[in-house]
């Protein structure tokens, strides 16, 4: 184990995390990231969300990341947790290189939609040669996943990617591996093109309880 976070105290590691305060402007989401929906408390660390008014949006979340605090190239990232469900909440554990105003390639350990919290999303996204956004992924169907925890992890090498939930393996990716050094990132977005809005049947607040992030390097590596 090259690096972890177990939030046993109290309050949040300022060596290990960045937190975000900003309007998100992808995927035409529709929160604002606010340092105050990210809590560490009872050993797990939660990403609250909300529905309110804040700086020109009508719901609030969590994000944070360890950009330019840690990034590794190759290995194993777990984490352990138990996430939030309803239309329009999209939580997330993912990695990107560690560079400014860099998206891509992208290594997605957990996705999921909160409209179908049975379903977990494994991806990862880069540009072809030509600029044009490229995916492989797929999909695993199992219990409800914001009832209880479950570990979500990939391990990394210069050929593969491979995904494991709660330690089986579930998808195998050798499409287009990155070879550069990765930072992590949580967050709950809400609402965007993929998730669509929340509506009448979604229940604020939610949270995404994190049990516990780690990243592993082979022995041999």
Request: proline share 6%.
């Amino acid at each position: 184990m090259i690096w972890q976070d177990d939030f046993e105290n109290n309050c949040l590691n300022p060596n290990n995390w960045n937190l975000e305060d900003w309007a998100a402007e992808k995927n035409n989401e529709l929160q604002y990231y606010s340092p105050n929906n990210v809590k560490v408390e009872n050993g797990l660390l939660k990403l609250i969300s909300k529905k309110e008014k804040y700086k020109g949006r009508d719901y609030t979340s969590g994000a944070l990341h360890t950009k330019g605090k840690f990034n590794f190239l190759y290995g194993k990232a777990e984490i352990r947790a138990k996430l939030p469900a309803g239309q329009g909440i999209f939580p997330a554990f993912w990695m990107m290189p560690d560079k400014d105003n860099t998206w891509l390639p992208e290594i997605d350990v957990l996705e999921m939609l909160g409209h179908k919290p049975n379903e977990i999303w494994m991806v990862t996204h880069w540009l072809d040669k030509s600029n044009t956004l490229k995916s492989d992924y797929d999909t695993f169907n199992g219990p409800d996943f914001s009832k209880d925890f479950h570990t979500f992890s990939i391990v990394w090498t210069p050929d593969s990617i491979t995904w494991f939930i709660d330690g089986i393996e579930r998808f195998r990716s050798s499409k287009n591996i990155p070879n550069e050094k990765m930072y992590l990132y949580l967050n709950t977005a809400i609402g965007g093109d993929w998730p669509g809005s929340p509506d009448d049947s979604t229940i604020f607040p939610v949270s995404y309880e994190i049990d516990y992030v780690r990243v592993f390097k082979s022995t041999n590596e």
